[in-house]
């Protein structure tokens, strides 16, 4: 069946890096998008940042600008993202996800999430 | 920051129907973006219920529908049952953002 298999929980100190993984299987990897999210304990969702599968393009939200890094290994059929310089407000549950487009295709800025990871926590803490 | 606000919570008895508003602006909605929602249950990844507006995947009741107008969307539950406390979000785009952007979520309980 189609999943989303996340790496472990991590606990990492305040400017330190973390890098999770996120394996696709069930489908051919390089036909959509996968999107990172996060969620702070008892807070919304957040979007981080999405790459094509095929071509390695990336685009990131504002917010982590020059903070964060995702990549995709085809061969393995993994997603990593890579977020630097650490602080507490980062401590959250981080998801990959599968983008869902129309049944008419893809538009621009028109992704669903169709397929979750079961996430990965990362605890920032000295 | 949640650019789509919706209400905290909202409850229901048992077979009645709720309705949860999702407003957004003209950046995001009222620009055209499809709206998605999910519902996650405590401990666990957020679960999609309708796509492109009003779209229900497979596998979905339809109990669950959505609704689009103008800078806002609905997600409406009908036949309230107990399995349906969640935590519910709406999704779209938001162009001055450049960046997919989700709703404040609204608890449902039911009574």
């Known amino acids: 069946q189609v999943q989303l298999v996340q790496s472990g929980a991590e606990v990492q100190k305040p400017g330190a890096s973390v890098k999770l993984s996120c394996k696709a299987s069930g489908y051919s990897f390089t036909t959509t998008y996968l999107h990172w999210l996060r969620q702070a304990p008892g807070q919304g969702l957040e979007w981080i940042g999405l790459i094509d599968p095929r071509s390695g393009a990336t685009m990131y939200a504002q917010n982590f600008q020059g903070r964060v890094t995702v990549t995709r290994d085809t061969s393995t059929s993994t997603v990593y993202m890579d977020l630097s310089s650490l602080r507490s407000e980062d401590m959250a549950i981080y998801y990959c996800a599968r983008r869902l487009c129309r049944n008419s295709g893809c538009v621009f800025g028109g992704d669903a999430f169709d397929i979750w990871g079961p996430g990965a926590m990362v605890t920032v803490s000295s | 920051q949640s650019v789509l606000t919706q209400p905290s919570s909202v409850s229901g008895a048992p077979g009645q129907r709720v309705t949860i508003s999702c407003t957004g602006s003209?950046?995001?909605?009222?620009?055209?973006?499809?709206v998605h929602w999910y519902r996650q249950l405590p401990g666990t990844a957020p679960k999609l219920l309708i796509s492109v507006n009003t779209n229900r995947p497979s596998g979905v009741p339809d109990r669950f529908s959505g609704s689009k107008s103008g800078t806002s969307a609905s997600l409406a539950i009908t036949g309230l049952q107990a399995e349906d406390e969640a935590d519910y979000y709406c999704q779209s785009y938001d162009n001055s953002l450049s960046a997919y952007v989700f709703g404040t979520g609204t608890k449902v309980a039911v009574l």
């Open positions: 003209s950046s995001n909605i009222g620009a055209g973006f499809d």
